[in-house]
Protein backbone atom coordinates (compact mmCIF):
# COMPACT_ATOMS: atom_id res chain seq x y z
CA UNK A 1 0.00 0.00 0.00
CA UNK A 2 1.49 3.23 -0.56
CA UNK A 3 1.23 5.78 1.80
CA UNK A 4 1.50 9.91 1.70
CA UNK A 5 2.04 11.91 4.91
CA UNK A 6 0.86 15.18 4.30
CA UNK A 7 2.62 17.65 6.93
CA UNK A 8 0.65 20.54 6.82
CA UNK A 9 2.51 22.57 9.68
CA UNK A 10 3.19 25.65 7.71
CA UNK A 11 -0.48 25.03 6.03
CA UNK A 12 -2.28 23.94 2.92
CA UNK A 13 -3.28 24.96 -0.05
CA UNK A 14 -4.54 23.05 -3.44
CA UNK A 15 -0.87 24.62 -5.74
CA UNK A 16 1.21 23.47 -2.49
CA UNK A 17 0.39 20.23 -2.43
CA UNK A 18 -0.26 19.52 -5.82
CA UNK A 19 3.60 21.05 -5.77
CA UNK A 20 4.67 18.68 -3.47
CA UNK A 21 3.39 15.89 -4.94
CA UNK A 22 4.95 17.16 -8.59
CA UNK A 23 8.60 17.42 -5.94
CA UNK A 24 7.91 13.96 -4.78
CA UNK A 25 8.07 12.21 -8.63
CA UNK A 26 4.60 13.45 -10.28
CA UNK A 27 5.20 14.31 -13.52
CA UNK A 28 3.76 17.63 -14.52
CA UNK A 29 2.76 16.71 -18.16
CA UNK A 30 1.16 13.99 -17.37
CA UNK A 31 -0.97 15.58 -14.78
CA UNK A 32 -1.72 18.46 -17.01
CA UNK A 33 -2.44 15.32 -19.82
CA UNK A 34 -4.86 14.43 -17.20
CA UNK A 35 -6.54 17.71 -16.22
CA UNK A 36 -7.34 18.46 -20.18
CA UNK A 37 -9.70 15.58 -19.66
CA UNK A 38 -12.04 18.58 -17.85
CA UNK A 39 -11.77 20.26 -21.16
CA UNK A 40 -11.99 23.52 -20.01
CA UNK A 41 -9.84 26.20 -21.96
CA UNK A 42 -7.94 29.43 -21.25
CA UNK A 43 -4.82 27.68 -18.84
CA UNK A 44 -1.48 26.40 -18.39
CA UNK A 45 0.73 24.47 -15.60
CA UNK A 46 3.53 25.01 -14.67
CA UNK A 47 6.19 23.80 -12.46
CA UNK A 48 9.09 26.00 -11.08
CA UNK A 49 11.83 25.68 -8.52
CA UNK A 50 12.20 28.01 -5.47
CA UNK A 51 13.53 27.97 -2.89
CA UNK A 52 11.59 28.42 0.46
CA UNK A 53 14.15 29.18 4.06
CA UNK A 54 16.70 27.36 2.19
CA UNK A 55 15.05 24.01 1.15
CA UNK A 56 14.45 23.41 -2.67
CA UNK A 57 10.61 23.35 -3.62
CA UNK A 58 8.15 23.23 -6.31
CA UNK A 59 6.07 25.89 -7.09
CA UNK A 60 2.77 24.75 -8.97
CA UNK A 61 1.13 27.16 -10.71
CA UNK A 62 -2.00 27.66 -12.53
CA UNK A 63 -1.73 30.15 -15.31
CA UNK A 64 -4.86 31.59 -17.03
CA UNK A 65 -6.41 34.38 -18.69
CA UNK A 66 -7.83 36.15 -15.82
CA UNK A 67 -4.63 35.06 -13.19
CA UNK A 68 -5.28 36.26 -9.68
CA UNK A 69 -3.45 36.37 -6.58
CA UNK A 70 -3.29 35.45 -3.01
CA UNK A 71 -2.03 34.63 0.10
CA UNK A 72 -0.92 31.04 -0.80
CA UNK A 73 -2.36 30.75 -4.17
CA UNK A 74 -5.78 31.00 -6.15
CA UNK A 75 -8.42 31.33 -3.89
CA UNK A 76 -9.46 34.49 -3.30
CA UNK A 77 -9.39 36.69 -6.87
CA UNK A 78 -12.37 38.27 -8.41
CA UNK A 79 -13.10 34.77 -11.64
CA UNK A 80 -16.13 34.22 -12.77
CA UNK A 81 -18.21 31.78 -10.28
CA UNK A 82 -19.56 28.56 -11.08
CA UNK A 83 -22.70 26.43 -9.24
CA UNK A 84 -21.67 23.74 -7.57
CA UNK A 85 -24.31 21.09 -10.23
CA UNK A 86 -21.85 22.42 -13.05
CA UNK A 87 -18.42 21.61 -11.68
CA UNK A 88 -19.99 17.89 -11.06
CA UNK A 89 -21.43 17.90 -14.26
CA UNK A 90 -17.92 19.06 -15.71
CA UNK A 91 -16.18 16.22 -13.82
CA UNK A 92 -18.50 13.81 -14.09
CA UNK A 93 -18.14 14.23 -18.01
CA UNK A 94 -15.09 14.52 -18.22
CA UNK A 95 -12.16 12.25 -19.82
CA UNK A 96 -10.11 11.32 -16.87
CA UNK A 97 -9.06 8.57 -14.81
CA UNK A 98 -12.26 7.05 -12.58
CA UNK A 99 -10.17 6.97 -9.87
CA UNK A 100 -9.44 11.23 -10.40
CA UNK A 101 -12.70 11.73 -11.44
CA UNK A 102 -14.13 9.96 -7.86
CA UNK A 103 -11.52 12.40 -5.44
CA UNK A 104 -12.01 15.53 -7.38
CA UNK A 105 -15.61 14.54 -6.94
CA UNK A 106 -15.44 13.70 -3.05
CA UNK A 107 -13.47 17.34 -2.87
CA UNK A 108 -16.33 19.67 -4.65
CA UNK A 109 -18.76 17.89 -2.12
CA UNK A 110 -17.20 18.31 0.63
CA UNK A 111 -16.67 22.38 -0.42
CA UNK A 112 -19.92 22.37 -1.47
CA UNK A 113 -21.30 20.97 1.83
CA UNK A 114 -19.10 23.68 3.83
CA UNK A 115 -20.55 26.67 1.68
CA UNK A 116 -24.24 25.60 1.96
CA UNK A 117 -23.97 25.02 5.63
CA UNK A 118 -21.77 28.74 5.78
CA UNK A 119 -24.69 30.37 3.50
CA UNK A 120 -28.20 28.24 4.86
CA UNK A 121 -28.04 27.20 1.30
CA UNK A 122 -29.31 23.90 -0.48
CA UNK A 123 -26.17 22.02 -1.64
CA UNK A 124 -27.38 22.09 -5.61
CA UNK A 125 -27.79 25.56 -5.11
CA UNK A 126 -24.46 26.68 -3.86
CA UNK A 127 -22.34 29.24 -6.33
CA UNK A 128 -18.57 28.83 -6.06
CA UNK A 129 -16.59 32.20 -6.50
CA UNK A 130 -13.37 31.47 -5.66
CA UNK A 131 -13.18 27.77 -5.56
CA UNK A 132 -15.36 27.65 -9.10
CA UNK A 133 -12.30 29.27 -10.83
CA UNK A 134 -10.61 27.28 -13.39
CA UNK A 135 -7.17 27.75 -11.96
CA UNK A 136 -9.06 26.71 -8.33
CA UNK A 137 -10.26 23.37 -10.32
CA UNK A 138 -6.94 22.69 -11.79
CA UNK A 139 -5.42 22.56 -8.46
CA UNK A 140 -7.82 20.03 -7.33
CA UNK A 141 -8.27 17.77 -10.02
CA UNK A 142 -4.67 18.40 -10.57
CA UNK A 143 -3.73 16.86 -7.31
CA UNK A 144 -5.88 14.07 -7.47
CA UNK A 145 -3.91 13.51 -11.02
CA UNK A 146 -0.95 13.99 -9.04
CA UNK A 147 -2.11 11.42 -5.97
CA UNK A 148 -3.21 8.63 -8.86
CA UNK A 149 0.21 8.89 -10.84
CA UNK A 150 2.33 8.01 -7.60
CA UNK A 151 -0.30 4.98 -6.78
CA UNK A 152 -1.26 6.95 -3.19
CA UNK A 153 -3.77 4.23 -1.56
CA UNK A 154 -3.58 5.76 2.23
CA UNK A 155 -3.38 9.60 2.90
CA UNK A 156 -2.61 10.38 6.53
CA UNK A 157 -2.60 14.19 7.42
CA UNK A 158 -0.07 16.28 10.04
CA UNK A 159 -2.54 18.65 12.28
CA UNK A 160 -3.47 21.40 10.04
CA UNK A 161 -2.30 24.91 10.65
CA UNK A 162 -4.32 27.94 10.92
CA UNK A 163 -3.72 31.78 11.26
CA UNK A 164 -5.59 34.58 12.44
CA UNK A 165 -6.37 38.08 10.96
CA UNK A 166 -8.79 38.44 7.80
CA UNK A 167 -9.10 37.28 4.44
CA UNK A 168 -9.99 38.98 0.96
CA UNK A 169 -13.14 36.73 -0.23
CA UNK A 170 -16.40 37.39 -3.08
CA UNK A 171 -17.91 38.54 0.32
CA UNK A 172 -15.31 40.90 1.17
CA UNK A 173 -12.97 40.36 4.01
CA UNK A 174 -13.77 37.76 6.00
CA UNK A 175 -12.13 35.94 9.31
CA UNK A 176 -9.15 33.47 9.08
CA UNK A 177 -9.65 30.83 8.72
CA UNK A 178 -12.72 31.43 6.49
CA UNK A 179 -15.69 30.09 7.36
CA UNK A 180 -16.18 27.13 5.06
CA UNK A 181 -12.35 26.44 6.08
CA UNK A 182 -13.33 26.53 9.50
CA UNK A 183 -16.67 24.50 8.99
CA UNK A 184 -14.28 21.59 6.71
CA UNK A 185 -12.12 21.17 9.95
CA UNK A 186 -15.11 20.78 12.05
CA UNK A 187 -17.06 18.40 9.90
CA UNK A 188 -14.16 15.67 9.76
CA UNK A 189 -13.25 16.98 13.56
CA UNK A 190 -9.61 17.74 12.09
CA UNK A 191 -6.74 18.34 14.55
CA UNK A 192 -5.56 21.79 14.00
CA UNK A 193 -2.51 24.07 15.39
CA UNK A 194 -2.61 28.08 14.96
CA UNK A 195 0.75 29.81 14.38
CA UNK A 196 0.97 33.41 14.76
CA UNK A 197 0.69 35.28 11.33
CA UNK A 198 -2.11 37.17 10.15
CA UNK A 199 -2.64 36.12 6.85
CA UNK A 200 -4.13 32.33 5.14
CA UNK A 201 -1.93 29.97 5.64
CA UNK A 202 -4.22 27.39 4.63
CA UNK A 203 -6.89 28.00 2.39
CA UNK A 204 -10.62 26.41 1.11
CA UNK A 205 -8.83 24.06 -1.98
CA UNK A 206 -5.97 22.35 0.49
CA UNK A 207 -8.32 22.02 3.65
CA UNK A 208 -11.12 20.49 0.93
CA UNK A 209 -8.20 17.78 -0.59
CA UNK A 210 -7.30 17.22 3.01
CA UNK A 211 -10.19 16.77 5.13
CA UNK A 212 -11.79 15.05 2.18
CA UNK A 213 -9.33 12.71 1.16
CA UNK A 214 -6.71 11.92 4.38
CA UNK A 215 -7.85 8.08 6.10
CA UNK A 216 -6.60 9.65 8.89
CA UNK A 217 -4.65 12.48 10.96
CA UNK A 218 -1.89 12.01 13.04
CA UNK A 219 2.01 11.53 12.72
CA UNK A 220 3.65 10.13 9.82
CA UNK A 221 2.51 6.53 10.10
CA UNK A 222 5.52 3.23 9.88
CA UNK A 223 6.61 3.07 6.40
CA UNK A 224 9.78 2.65 4.32
CA UNK A 225 10.01 5.96 2.61
CA UNK A 226 10.32 6.29 -0.88
CA UNK A 227 9.70 9.93 -2.47
CA UNK A 228 9.81 13.55 -0.04
CA UNK A 229 8.29 16.28 -2.14
CA UNK A 230 7.88 20.28 -0.72
CA UNK A 231 5.61 22.50 -2.27
CA UNK A 232 5.80 25.98 -1.72
CA UNK A 233 3.43 28.59 -1.17
CA UNK A 234 3.32 32.37 -3.25
CA UNK A 235 4.56 33.79 -0.15
CA UNK A 236 8.32 33.39 1.44
CA UNK A 237 8.57 35.04 4.86
CA UNK A 238 12.00 35.37 6.18
CA UNK A 239 10.94 33.44 9.77
CA UNK A 240 9.22 30.02 7.99
CA UNK A 241 9.51 27.97 5.47
CA UNK A 242 6.43 28.14 3.19
CA UNK A 243 5.80 24.77 2.15
CA UNK A 244 3.69 21.69 2.26
CA UNK A 245 5.72 18.18 2.73
CA UNK A 246 4.70 15.46 1.46
CA UNK A 247 6.78 11.54 2.40
CA UNK A 248 5.61 8.95 0.38
CA UNK A 249 6.54 5.19 1.29
CA UNK A 250 4.83 1.67 1.45
CA UNK A 251 3.43 0.65 4.67
CA UNK A 252 5.21 -1.90 6.93
CA UNK A 253 2.61 -2.21 9.48
CA UNK A 254 -0.68 -4.12 8.74
CA UNK A 255 -2.53 -2.41 6.91
CA UNK A 256 -5.47 -4.94 6.80
CA UNK A 257 -6.68 -2.50 10.51
CA UNK A 258 -6.11 0.89 11.15
CA UNK A 259 -5.82 0.70 15.46
CA UNK A 260 -7.26 3.63 16.98
CA UNK A 261 -7.16 4.42 20.56
CA UNK A 262 -10.72 5.72 21.94
CA UNK A 263 -12.86 6.08 25.02
CA UNK A 264 -15.78 4.87 25.84
CA UNK A 265 -17.81 7.40 28.34
CA UNK A 266 -21.45 6.34 29.89
CA UNK A 267 -23.62 7.54 33.07
CA UNK A 268 -26.43 5.43 34.39
CA UNK A 269 -29.87 7.29 34.53
CA UNK A 270 -33.46 6.69 35.90
CA UNK A 271 -34.93 9.82 35.85
CA UNK A 272 -34.44 11.65 32.37
CA UNK A 273 -37.16 10.95 29.87
CA UNK A 274 -36.61 9.32 26.42
CA UNK A 275 -36.98 12.84 24.67
CA UNK A 276 -34.04 14.76 26.34
CA UNK A 277 -32.09 11.04 26.11
CA UNK A 278 -32.58 11.38 22.35
CA UNK A 279 -31.46 15.02 22.04
CA UNK A 280 -28.39 14.18 24.13
CA UNK A 281 -27.10 11.57 21.56
CA UNK A 282 -28.14 14.22 18.42
CA UNK A 283 -26.09 16.57 20.38
CA UNK A 284 -23.14 14.20 21.07
CA UNK A 285 -22.91 13.08 17.50
CA UNK A 286 -22.95 16.78 16.55
CA UNK A 287 -20.08 17.67 18.62
CA UNK A 288 -17.73 15.29 16.59
CA UNK A 289 -18.72 11.97 18.43
CA UNK A 290 -17.59 8.69 16.87
CA UNK A 291 -20.69 6.80 18.27
CA UNK A 292 -23.38 7.65 20.77
CA UNK A 293 -26.40 5.26 22.16
CA UNK A 294 -28.91 4.03 25.17
CA UNK A 295 -29.19 0.75 26.43
CA UNK A 296 -32.33 0.27 28.86
CA UNK A 297 -30.85 -1.62 32.30
CA UNK A 298 -32.08 -2.68 35.54
CA UNK A 299 -30.63 -0.33 38.27
CA UNK A 300 -30.50 -0.75 42.05
CA UNK A 301 -33.59 -1.08 43.72
CA UNK A 302 -35.32 -2.39 40.95
CA UNK A 303 -35.61 1.19 38.99
CA UNK A 304 -35.69 0.92 35.15
CA UNK A 305 -33.19 3.18 33.32
CA UNK A 306 -31.31 3.74 30.98
CA UNK A 307 -27.07 3.83 30.28
CA UNK A 308 -25.98 6.52 28.07
CA UNK A 309 -22.37 5.88 26.42
CA UNK A 310 -20.83 7.69 24.39
CA UNK A 311 -17.39 7.00 22.07
CA UNK A 312 -15.20 9.42 21.43
CA UNK A 313 -11.47 10.09 20.78
CA UNK A 314 -9.46 11.61 23.48
CA UNK A 315 -8.99 14.97 23.14
CA UNK A 316 -12.90 15.19 22.65
CA UNK A 317 -13.23 13.74 26.50
CA UNK A 318 -13.73 16.70 28.34
CA UNK A 319 -17.00 18.06 25.22
CA UNK A 320 -18.50 15.37 25.55
CA UNK A 321 -18.45 15.26 29.28
CA UNK A 322 -19.92 18.76 29.75
CA UNK A 323 -22.91 17.89 27.14
CA UNK A 324 -23.49 14.46 29.48
CA UNK A 325 -23.33 16.63 32.50
CA UNK A 326 -25.28 20.05 31.09
CA UNK A 327 -28.00 18.23 29.61
CA UNK A 328 -28.86 14.71 31.72
CA UNK A 329 -27.41 16.33 34.89
CA UNK A 330 -25.52 13.07 35.54
CA UNK A 331 -23.76 13.28 39.15
CA UNK A 332 -20.74 10.68 37.59
CA UNK A 333 -19.75 9.34 34.47
CA UNK A 334 -17.09 6.26 34.27
CA UNK A 335 -14.46 6.71 31.43
CA UNK A 336 -12.77 3.85 29.61
CA UNK A 337 -9.95 3.51 27.58
CA UNK A 338 -9.99 1.31 24.23
CA UNK A 339 -8.72 0.14 21.19
CA UNK A 340 -10.62 0.05 18.28
CA UNK A 341 -9.62 -2.19 14.88
CA UNK A 342 -10.92 -0.44 11.44
CA UNK A 343 -10.51 -2.29 8.60
CA UNK A 344 -8.75 -0.77 5.74
CA UNK A 345 -11.20 1.07 3.72
CA UNK A 346 -11.60 3.95 1.40
CA UNK A 347 -14.16 6.05 -0.10
CA UNK A 348 -15.44 7.22 -3.50
CA UNK A 349 -18.06 9.33 -4.93
CA UNK A 350 -20.32 8.30 -7.67
CA UNK A 351 -23.24 10.14 -9.58
CA UNK A 352 -26.44 8.61 -9.22
CA UNK A 353 -29.09 10.64 -11.38
CA UNK A 354 -27.07 13.94 -10.82
CA UNK A 355 -26.47 13.37 -7.16
CA UNK A 356 -23.12 12.79 -5.88
CA UNK A 357 -23.20 9.98 -2.69
CA UNK A 358 -20.64 8.69 -1.11
CA UNK A 359 -19.75 5.04 -0.69
CA UNK A 360 -17.64 3.52 2.11
CA UNK A 361 -15.62 0.41 0.42
CA UNK A 362 -13.41 -2.24 1.81
CA UNK A 363 -11.98 -5.77 0.43
CA UNK A 364 -15.62 -7.53 1.49
CA UNK A 365 -18.40 -4.74 0.58
CA UNK A 366 -19.47 -1.58 -0.45
CA UNK A 367 -21.46 0.80 1.45
CA UNK A 368 -23.69 3.87 0.36
CA UNK A 369 -24.00 6.53 2.88
CA UNK A 370 -26.91 6.91 4.01
CA UNK A 371 -27.12 11.25 4.41
CA UNK A 372 -26.12 11.23 0.75
CA UNK A 373 -28.53 8.86 -0.56
CA UNK A 374 -31.54 9.86 1.38
CA UNK A 375 -31.14 13.31 -0.17
CA UNK A 376 -30.63 12.09 -3.60
CA UNK A 377 -34.00 9.91 -2.81
CA UNK A 378 -35.50 12.70 -1.48
CA UNK A 379 -34.73 14.80 -4.72
CA UNK A 380 -35.40 11.90 -7.08
CA UNK A 381 -38.99 10.26 -5.97
CA UNK A 382 -36.92 6.81 -5.73
CA UNK A 383 -37.05 4.11 -2.78
CA UNK A 384 -34.08 4.47 -0.65
CA UNK A 385 -32.88 1.24 -1.07
CA UNK A 386 -32.87 1.76 -4.67
CA UNK A 387 -30.91 4.52 -4.62
CA UNK A 388 -28.61 2.99 -2.35
CA UNK A 389 -28.31 0.24 -4.73
CA UNK A 390 -27.37 2.25 -7.76
CA UNK A 391 -24.86 3.57 -5.72
CA UNK A 392 -23.55 0.81 -4.57
CA UNK A 393 -23.37 -0.59 -8.06
CA UNK A 394 -21.89 2.63 -9.48
CA UNK A 395 -18.91 1.60 -6.76
CA UNK A 396 -18.44 -1.92 -7.55
CA UNK A 397 -18.08 -0.83 -11.36
CA UNK A 398 -15.68 1.71 -10.57
CA UNK A 399 -13.38 -0.81 -8.24
CA UNK A 400 -13.48 -3.16 -11.18
CA UNK A 401 -12.10 -0.84 -13.46
CA UNK A 402 -9.49 0.18 -11.07
Not at 158 to 183: E, F, L, N, Q, Y
Not at 245 to 260: F, L
Amino acid sequence: MNTAWVNCGAGVAGDMLMGALIDAGADAMAIADIVSGLHLDGWALTADRVDRCGISATHAIVVEHHHHDDSHNHDHGHAPHRPYRDIVTIITNADIPDTVKSNALRVFRTLGEAEAQVHGVALDDVEFHEVGSTDAIVDIVGACAALHLLNVTRIVASPIATSHGTVRSAHGKIPSPGPAVATMLAARNAPVRGIDVDYEVSTPTGVAIVTALADSFGPSPTMQVSAVGHGAGTKNPADRANVVQVIIGTSTDDTSANVESLIVLETNTDDVTPEVLAYTVATLMAAGANDAWVTPILMKKERHGHCLQVLCRPESADAMRTIITRETGSLGIRSTALQRYASARRTITVEVLGHSIDVKCNDHRVKAEFDHSAQAARATGLPLREVMRLAEDAARELLGND
